[in-house]
């Protein structure tokens, strides 16, 4: 069983950044592919970026270029730095764990790009 905490979000202004945070429990952390996902009001959720367990990333198109997708294994952590954010960005953002085609979610946290 993993948990998984998200943290980070808030409300910034268009152009501002943000850095989301994914704490996991357990020691499979290292095994897992990790994901963030995001779902706007009356929208689908989408995936947002992935890393593999031995880092490779891969993001929307809508992010390339904007958003860095990381881990750390000593922490149990991935991360997400979100920069020249924009209204279209806001979203609840969620942590997901892949391990053995087993997934996991975290609550979310709720990402708000607005002047």
């Known amino acids: 069983q993993v948990q998984l905490v998200e943290s980070g979000g808030g409300l910034v202004q268009p152009g501002g950044s943000l850095r989301l945070s994914c704490a996991a429990s357990?020691?499979?952390?290292?095994?897992?592919?990790m994901s963030w996902y995001r779902q706007a009001p009356g929208k689908q959720r989408e995936l947002v970026a992935t890393?593999?367990?031995?880092?490779?990333?891969n993001y929307a198109d809508s992010v390339k270029g904007r958003f860095t997708i990381s881990r750390d294994n000593a922490k149990n952590t991935v991360y997400l730095q979100m920069n020249s954010l924009k209204p279209e960005d806001t979203a609840v953002y969620y942590c997901?764990?892949?391990?053995?085609?087993?997934?996991?979610w975290g609550q979310g946290t709720q990402v708000t790009v607005s002047s």
């Open positions: 997901n764990a892949d391990i053995n085609l087993v997934r996991y």
């Open positions: 357990g020691s499979a952390f290292s095994r897992a592919v």
């Open positions: 890393i593999s367990r031995g880092g490779s990333t």
